[in-house]
Antibody
Framework: QVQLVHSEAEVKKPGASVRVSCKSS????????IHWVRQAPGQGLDWLGW????????HYAQKFQGRVTMTRDTSISTAYMELNSLTSDDTAVYFC???????????????????WGQGTLVSVSS | DIVMTQSPDSLAVSLGERATINCKSS????????????LAWYQQKPGQPPKLLIYWASTRESGIPDRFSGSGSGTDFTLTISSLQAEDVAVYYCQQYYSTPPTFGQGTKLEIK
């Protein structure tokens, strides 16, 4: 079935970096945008950005510009999100999620997020 | 950025009764060229990722029970659960995908009265 599977939980010190992976299966990885969304404990949903797995194009939320990098490895149908200069405010569950609509070359349009990974808990503490 | 504001923040409804959650966007999410509202609703249960319920403001995702319905246009939207079931206890979020960045409402916690 269609699914996104995350890497295991991470514990990091302030100032460190973390890389979270999201492996897709059950569909053509390069045909759908992958978004990253985080959720701090007891809080709401915060969008970090998206990656086009077909060509590697990315778009990041302004608040994470310069600190986040999204990449992909099409050979293993996996997307990655790396966040640098971690602080305690970055403690959260990080989700990857698939955009509902297939990518059309030359046409940019976002859609709702129909498939979500189970999330990766990133804890930042000294 | 488009700000999404949900009301109420929490809601307690008796089993079998109707539950209504509202969502207001700071600007219209209606795209006039295709007459679609770029608005989705999600359900999140504890320890789980969000689950897509509704997209285009009123289209139910495959497999979602028909007691869930979405309505509204422009800046004002509503998620209605026609007859609350015990398994509907969750936090519900609206989200606009009209413009980047996509933004979510703060969430509405739905409980059983």
């Amino acid at each position: 079935q269609v699914q996104l599977v995350h890497s295991e939980a991470e514990v990091k010190k302030p100032g460190a970096s973390v890389r979270v992976s999201c492996k897709s299966s059950g569909y053509t990885f390069t045909a759908y945008y992958i978004h990253w969304v985080r959720q701090a404990p007891g809080q709401g949903l915060d969008w970090l950005g998206w990656i086009n797995p077909h060509n590697g194009d990315t778009h990041y939320a302004q608040k994470f510009q310069g600190r986040v990098t999204m990449t992909r490895d099409t050979s293993i149908s996996t997307a990655y999100m790396e966040l640098n200069s971690l602080t305690s405010d970055d403690t959260a569950v990080y989700f990857c999620a698939r955009d509902r609509t297939t990518i059309v070359p030359g046409v940019f349009s976002l859609d709702a997020l129909d498939i979500w990974g189970q999330g990766t808990l990133v804890s930042v503490s000294s | 950025d488009i700000v999404m504001t949900q009301s109420p923040d929490s809601l307690a409804v008796s089993l079998g009764e109707r539950a209504t959650i509202n969502c207001k966007s700071s600007q219209s999410v209606l795209y006039y060229s295709n007459n679609k509202n770029y608005l989705a609703w999600y359900q999140q249960k504890p320890g789980q990722p969000p689950k897509l319920l509704i997209y285009w403001a009123s289209t139910r995702e495959s497999g979602i029970p028909d007691r869930f319905s979405g309505s509204g246009s422009g800046t004002d939207f509503t998620l209605t659960i026609s007859s609350l079931q015990a398994e509907d206890v969750a936090v519900y979020y609206c989200q606009q995908y009209y413009s980047t960045p996509p933004t979510f409402g703060q969430g509405t916690k739905l409980e059983i009265k």
